[in-house]
C-alpha cells in the first residue's frame, strides 16, 4: 500500500514538472526588446499597448526588437532566429512579424511568417523599411516604431496581396547552372550549324558579276523617301498588383519572409 502511494505521488510529482517545464518552454517574450536601449520605460509601455490591442483585432503577433551587436549573424539570421527562439507567432503557423534594429550596423531588418506572408510582399516590405528608416536616421526612434505600426496595419486592412508568387532563395543552384549550361550547348549547336551551312550553300551567280564595274557610270544620283515607322513601348509602373515574395528557410527549418535595409 505505501509502495502505491508513494508510485502516485511520485507520478503526480512527475506530471506537474512535465507541465511547469511546457509552460515555461512557451513563454513569449515582450512584444518590445529594447536591448539597444532607444526607448523610455513609458515609450515601451505606450508600444506595447498598441501591439497587444494589434494582435487581438488582427490575430497577428508583432514583435519591435533593438540590439546593439548581432553576434556575428546577418540580420535576417538573427531576427529570424530570435522570433522563433521567443516563440513568437500565433496560431499553429506562427503569423506574425518582427521589426528589427541593429545600431551596431545600422541595419533594419522585418522577418515575417505564416500568414504574414499573405499580406506583405517585398515590394510592401521595402515601403515599410523605407518609411521607417527616415525617422530612425533622425534618431526619431519612437515615432519609427508607430509608423512601422502604422504600416502593418495599412497592408493588413489593405488585404492580401493578390496573384501572389512566393520566390525561394533557397532555390537549388546545381539545378539553375545545370540549365544554364544546357541553354548554353543547344545555343552554340545552333551557330556552329548556321556557319556550317553557310558555307556548304552554292552562291548564285548572277549576270552583274561578269560586268566590268569600271565601265558602269552613273548620271543620276536621287533620295527617294519612303515611308515613316512610329514604335510604342508600354513603360511598366510599379504596383501593388501580384507582387513577389521571397522567402526562405531559418536555421531551424522554418519559412520566413523578409527584407533588409539600412538606415
Do not use: W
Not at 500500500?1 to 511520485?10: D, E, G, N, Q, V
Not at 522585418?110 to 521607417?132: H, K, M, P
Not at 501572389?164 to 544546357?182: D, G, M, P, R
Request: proline fraction near 1%; charge should be negative.
Amino acid at each position: 500500500m505505501k509502495c502505491l502511494k508513494r508510485s502516485i505521488l511520485f507520478l503526480l510529482s512527475l506530471l506537474i514538472f512535465i507541465i511547469s517545464f511546457q509552460v515555461s518552454a512557451l513563454a513569449v517574450a515582450s512584444p518590445i526588446v529594447d536591448n539597444a536601449g532607444l526607448l523610455s520605460d513609458l515609450e515601451k509601455e505606450e508600444l506595447v499597448s498598441s501591439i497587444n490591442e494589434f494582435k487581438e483585432d488582427y490575430k497577428i503577433d508583432l514583435a519591435i526588437v533593438t540590439s546593439d551587436g548581432l553576434g556575428g549573424k546577418d540580420a535576417q539570421s538573427f531576427a529570424d532566429d530570435f522570433y522563433e527562439e521567443n516563440n513568437y507567432g500565433i496560431g499553429k503557423e506562427y503569423s506574425g512579424v518582427l521589426l528589427l534594429i541593429d545600431m551596431q550596423e545600422r541595419d533594419i531588418c522585418i522577418s515575417t511568417e505564416g500568414q504574414a506572408l499573405n499580406y506583405f510582399d517585398d515590394n510592401r516590405l521595402d515601403s515599410i523599411i523605407e518609411d521607417v528608416s527616415k525617422y530612425l536616421s533622425n534618431e526619431q526612434y519612437l515615432d519609427g516604431f508607430k509608423i512601422f505600426m502604422t504600416d502593418i496595419k495599412y497592408y493588413m486592412d489593405l488585404g492580401t496581396v493578390e496573384n501572389q508568387q512566393l520566390y525561394s532563395e533557397n532555390t537549388n543552384v546545381i539545378k539553375v547552372l545545370i540549365i544554364a549550361l544546357i541553354v548554353g550547348i543547344i545555343a552554340a549547336t545552333i551557330a556552329c550549324l548556321i556557319v556550317v551551312f553557310s558555307y556548304k550553300s552554292p552562291k548564285a551567280t548572277s549576270s552583274i558579276n561578269y560586268v566590268d564595274r569600271d565601265s558602269i557610270k552613273f548620271n543620276k544620283k536621287k533620295d527617294i523617301f519612303i515611308n515613316t515607322y512610329t514604335t510604342r513601348s508600354k513603360i511598366e509602373k510599379n504596383n501593388d498588383n501580384g507582387g513577389k515574395t521571397t522567402v526562405h528557410k531559418s536555421s531551424s527549418g522554418r519559412t520566413h519572409g523578409g527584407r533588409t535595409g539600412k538606415f
